[in-house]
């Protein structure tokens, strides 16, 4: 019962800023966010993700052995020789009609920079709960549940072919099993009253900030603000 509670507890602070709300996320669920901006989200997420594989250690090192091997297992499934995560990105971004070269020379926007050093701080600073909590069940677990309103869109709508969307069915899979991973992980450790209020302080300021960084991507490249 407790554990289950937790689980709750952290969903309810997810819930007022979960992805699957924001004006970018519904646009493109009904089919009229331009491909522009589908782009910049590529561009934007290549570079979030390629500085976080970092943080997968940073949270390992004073975590239990089913921690460490949760995030090696993360790491391991991001950089797989053979089908390489960031790669999917670079494709996805050609498919909507850019040069995937020109990711890795432009910079992110500034919100993605600071995004991504709350992640990597809270993962140098603070206990592992905070980074599990934070980036696997906030902030996975939203892109998990953004899937099924994009994925068809990105089908139907945009008529994308499935090898140029594999980056979105690849984690409607993998964020499903990596957050509940997580979460089945916080529920087995956190057993006092102030680790589990930290998991749901932690998860929901995550959302907060997700919240924002997909907020200056809508705002500049959907809304042409932010210049």
């Known amino acids: 019962m407790a554990a289950q509670a937790l689980r709750e507890r952290m ?24 491909k522009a901006c589908m782009a910049g989200y590529m561009h934007e ?10 943080a997968f250690f940073l949270t390992a ?32 971004y050609e498919a909507c009609g850019y040069d995937p070269a020109e990711i890795p020379k432009k ?4 919100s993605t ?29 939203q892109f998990s549940g953004v899937m099924p309103v994009i994925l068809p869109a990105l089908r139907e709508k945009y008529k994308f072919k499935e090898h140029e969307i594999e980056h979105f069915w690849v984690h409607a899979e993998a964020d499903i099993e990596h957050s509940n991973s997580a979460f089945d992980v916080l529920e087995r450790n956190c057993t006092t009253p102030e680790e589990q209020d930290m998991c749901v ?27």
């Open 11 to 34: 969903a309810a602070a997810i819930e007022p800023r979960h992805t699957i709300k924001h004006p970018m996320f519904q646009k493109w669920g009904e089919g009229t966010l331009s």
């Open 45 to 54: 997420s290549w570079h979030y993700v390629t500085n976080i594989f970092e």
């Open 61 to 92: 090192r004073n975590a239990p052995r089913e921690v460490v091997e949760l995030e090696l297992e993360n790491y391991y499934e991001e950089t797989d020789p053979e089908n390489p995560h960031p790669a999917l990105f670079l494709r996805f």
């Open 107 to 110: 910079k992110p926007l500034p």
């Open 113 to 141: 920079e600071g995004w991504t050093q709350w992640l990597l701080g809270l993962a140098r600073n603070e206990p592992w709960q905070a980074t599990v909590s934070a980036l696997h069940c906030s902030s996975e677990f």
């Open 201 to 227: 302080y932690y998860a929901g300021e995550s959302a907060r900030r997700r919240w924002f960084y997909t907020d200056c991507i809508y705002l500049h490249y959907e809304m042409g603000e932010l210049q």
